[in-house]
């Protein structure tokens, strides 16, 4: 199903300044204090598969590229570049709990983890940041306890539970409630996009029978609606229904505007999701 973004709609506001597009959350545009953003394809200075936005694919970009393009959406949330913090993924469920010791890295200075495919801090002044190129990023944000969290969730992660695993470290390190936690998820592979073999389909059923709901069989194929996935989750969690959003989109069926692993077979760039508290 190809989709051409939109200004707005209930789902996702499309931000244009200059040749920079994003997009956001219309309910947590509401909150002054927080800023957030996912980045599309469109604002930075690489070309190519990368072109133009690109924050990872380091063997198909320039280092001066991707330093740019980060600088770039440091100037896009009015931070500066050591004001971001970014994630060294690997598909696990491991969790950071960032501070400003943190500030910079990945970006104007090394990273000194491996592995932290999630963010989390109730610092002011500093971004969370992961990539994306198919795979789910979850945004996390409580209002009442002033706690951002950022994840990126592909089926590995989905399945191993980060999501819930955020839900966990911000009720266990900084008192959150769950009913006061707003999630939202950004652009990802929609359920047709998502073709798996039948191993990955059973390893989700073995997981948990109740994910048997969000897959659907054809042929020797399966199409798993992960979105689903980290909904059912997050509302086990005791998330709020009215607090829980997706930008209903999708990276494959639109690759003029989004980077997609699967929809430019492995050929792309990354895009970011961020979050600062201010
Ligand atoms: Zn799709």
């Known amino acids: ?25 219309p309910k947590l545009d509401e909150y002054r204090e927080l800023r957030h953003l996912f980045t599309t394809r469109h604002g930075g200075v690489s070309s190519g598969c990368v072109g133009t936005w690109n924050f990872g ?6 280092p001066e590229n991707i330093r ?5 959406l440091a100037d896009t949330l009015c931070l500066s570049p050591d004001r971001l913090v970014v994630s060294d993924q690997t598909h696990t469920v491991n969790i950071r709990q960032v501070t400003a010791a943190d500030g910079g890295k990945g970006v104007t200075r090394p990273k000194d983890y491996r592995g ?14 992961t990539g994306h190129a198919d795979c789910n990023a979850i945004f996390f944000f409580d ?6 969290g950022l994840v990126h969730s592909g089926w590995r992660g989905t399945l191993g539970g980060i999501g819930r695993e955020m839900i ?5 390190k900084y008192g959150c409630s769950p009913a006061d936690i707003l999630a939202g998820v950004g652009p990802s592979l929609c359920q047709e996009c998502f073709e798996v073999d039948p191993d990955v389909a059973q390893a989700f059923f073995d997981e948990d029978a109740s994910y048997r709901a969000f897959a659907l069989r054809r042929g020797d194929k399966y199409y798993i609606d992960l979105k689903g996935i980290i909904r059912h ?13 997706d930008m209903k989109l999708c990276t494959k069926c639109n690759t003029a505007d989004f980077f997609s692993h699967r929809g430019q077979k492995g050929k792309r760039g990354i895009m970011a999701a961020a979050m ?3």
């Open 116 to 129: 932290v495919d999630g963010l989390v801090t109730n610092e002011r002044q500093l971004a969370l940041v």
């Open 57 to 62: 694919a380091r063997d198909l970009d320039t």
């Open 143 to 148: 209002p009442s306890k002033q706690v951002i």
């Open 276 to 278: 600062a508290l201010i």
């Open 233 to 245: 989750d997050l509302l086990a969690c005791g998330l709020g229904e009215d607090h829980l959003m």
């Open 68 to 72: 740019r393009n980060y600088e770039i």
């Open 1 to 25: 199903m190809r989709e051409r973004l939109r200004s707005y709609t209930d789902d996702y506001r499309l931000h244009t300044e200059g040749g920079r597009q994003y997009l956001t959350f």
């Open 168 to 172: 966990r470290l911000m009720r266990e």
